[in-house]
């Protein structure tokens, strides 16, 4: 279960940098649920923005100039999302589970590109990531499933521990090495995805 206190307690404790980092340790995860080209019938221009955010925040986190401004990524959030305040309808099927994807990679780059409310950005970004592994094993095909959600929180914590230590910018190896701690995870993530995708198409 996502411990509100613990989690706040830990953001609390770190930097604006290292804040943004476990960030893109969580989007890192998220965005192994799929990259198929079929993506971007179901949310245009998914792949490319996904792929942008995904490289704007390991630039940051090397201390190198990202290829995309921040403003263009900000504004291709919300052609997507739409603005905050928005009333919208959630898309329905594969497209849900894209735009969960697509939130997560907006509060992160806001983490970023927002440090003066790094600490609720991030936050969002570990309740947001804690909801998405939830609803992977909510519906998963498989029985006996492992518990992704609490899988997910495990990460988060150790992840956050991990970084409390580093400073901006960190080297391509730490990055490297933060990264893969997460591959088991996001394979895990990724396999289940497919089992929804392959339900869904069922259904069609």
């Given at each position: 279960m996502f411990d509100d206190d613990l989690a706040q307690s830990l953001v609390d404790r770190a930097t604006t940098f290292q804040r943004a980092l476990v960030a893109t340790l969580c989007l890192n995860r998220a965005v192994a649920l799929t990259h198929d080209e079929w993506?971007?019938?179901?949310?245009?221009?998914?792949?490319?923005?996904?792929?942008?955010?995904?490289?704007?925040?390991?630039?940051?986190?090397?201390?190198?100039?990202?290829?995309?401004d921040p403003d263009l990524l900000a504004a291709r959030f919300r052609e997507i999302?739409?603005?905050?305040?928005?009333?919208?309808?959630?898309?329905?099927?594969?497209?849900?589970?894209?735009?969960?994807?697509v939130s997560i990679a907006?509060?992160?780059?806001?983490?970023?590109?927002?440090?003066?409310?790094?600490?609720s950005r991030c936050f969002n970004v570990l309740v947001a990531s804690y909801s998405l592994a939830g609803m992977l094993n909510d519906d998963a095909v498989q029985t006996g499933a492992r518990d992704l959600g609490e899988l997910e929180v495990t990460r988060q914590i150790a992840d956050l521990r991990a970084v409390i230590?580093?400073?901006?910018?960190?080297g391509v190896d730490q990055l490297d090495w933060l990264l893969a701690e997460s591959d088991?995870?996001?394979?895990?993530?990724?396999?289940?995805?497919?089992?929804?995708v392959a339900k869904y198409g069922s259904e069609r």
């Open positions: 993506t971007d019938r179901e949310v245009p221009g998914f792949r490319q923005l996904i792929d942008d955010s995904a490289e704007f925040c390991r630039a940051r986190a090397v201390g190198g100039p990202p290829r995309t999302l739409r603005p905050d305040d928005w009333p919208g309808d959630e898309p329905d099927g594969l497209a849900a589970w894209l735009m969960d994807v907006d509060y992160v780059i806001r983490t970023w590109t927002e440090p003066d409310l790094s600490d230590s580093l400073h901006n910018p960190i088991a995870l996001a394979e895990a993530y990724r396999r289940r995805f497919q089992d929804i």
